[in-house]
């Protein structure tokens, strides 16, 4: 991006709002952060608030809104599923009906729209990896259908505003994302493992720990997201995220090695619809916009656990704590 703009990032309290939030300031453009604070944190923000070209204005994204901008990035929504299995009708209708505001603002003032999808849209999936051209297994009437559908039916409102009304669109599919300003009631992997490690607790692992997933550090997703935002033809979807694959019991005994934590696993059933593999296929994203993950796992996780320390109010406990030169984990075997 060359000249400044002014740009709108719903959900902008949010974990991977915030980080962008930053990165577009850093930037040099001026950004205006809608968020109803129902998962996202005025504590994300509270850096820029004071900021002269940093705005936080508190509104519910399934109500209307107006505001002049250059550029949309669409991330309202709770993306964790403790948080939207807590009121799914409430989710579906904040990604359905969030996204088509997004959209008829764009419409109205020339925007761009960028739209966060997620792997979830491929369900527990067939196929592995997953490329974009994979359609999905989703259960339609699952306890996570309404994070799921929900997300498909955005997709299909971006891709039908773009061809029938002509509103410039960007979309991504992200893959699991982790870093500092997660919740501590997130529910996703690495933030309970991250919170239980240092509180001394057993780490809950479902099932036998063998699913799969593919850990991107949000620093790394946030480049992928701009660029494919100011790419000049590329309308998505694009897998954003790491292609290297960890099952979960290995992902457990690394927070336990970096924390220096007595904690040990515990094993609970496997959830509902829980996905057994989660890898994306990013070559499209390579070739299109030169888009290649970064932070090692064990860097990530090195930084995210000092974020948590923070939150928690704890200090650094030496022992345990990798450094950045630390051998790679191992991938998993059926990476």
Known sequence: MSAALRILVTGGAGFVGSHLCDRLIRDGHEVVALDDLSTGSKANVAHLLNHRRFRLMEHDVTQPYDVKVDRIYNLASPASPPHYQRDPVRTTMVNVVGVHNALKLAE?????????????????????????????????????SCYDEGKRCAESLVMDFHRRRGVEVRMARIFNTYGPRMALDDGRVVSNFIVQALRGEDLTVYGAGSQTRSFCYV?????????????????????????????????????????????????????????????????????????????????????????????????????????????????????
């Open 108 to 144: 109205g003032c020339g925007a761009r729209v960028f739209q966060a999808s997620t792997s979830e849209v491929y369900g527990d999936p067939e196929v592995h990896p997953q490329p974009e051209s994979y359609r999905g297994s989703v259960n339609p009437i699952g306890i996570r």
């Open 219 to 335: 620093d790394d997703l946030v480049e992928g997201i701009v660029r494919l935002m100011e790419h000049p033809t590329e309308t998505g979807p694009v897998n954003l995220g790491n292609p290297e694959e960890f099952t979960v019991l290995e992902l457990a005994e690394e927070v336990i090695h970096l924390t220096g934590s007595r904690s040990r696993v515990a094993f609970r059933p496997l959830p509902q619809d829980d996905p057994r593999q989660r890898q994306p296929v990013i070559d499209h994203a390579k070739r299109a916009l030169g888009f290649e993950p970064k932070v090692p796992l064990r860097v990530g996780l090195r930084r995210t656990i000092e974020g948590f320390r923070g939150v928690l109010g704890l200090t650094r406990h030496a022992p345990g704590l990798a450094s950045e030169s630390d051998a790679p984990l191992p991938q998993a075997a059926n990476g």
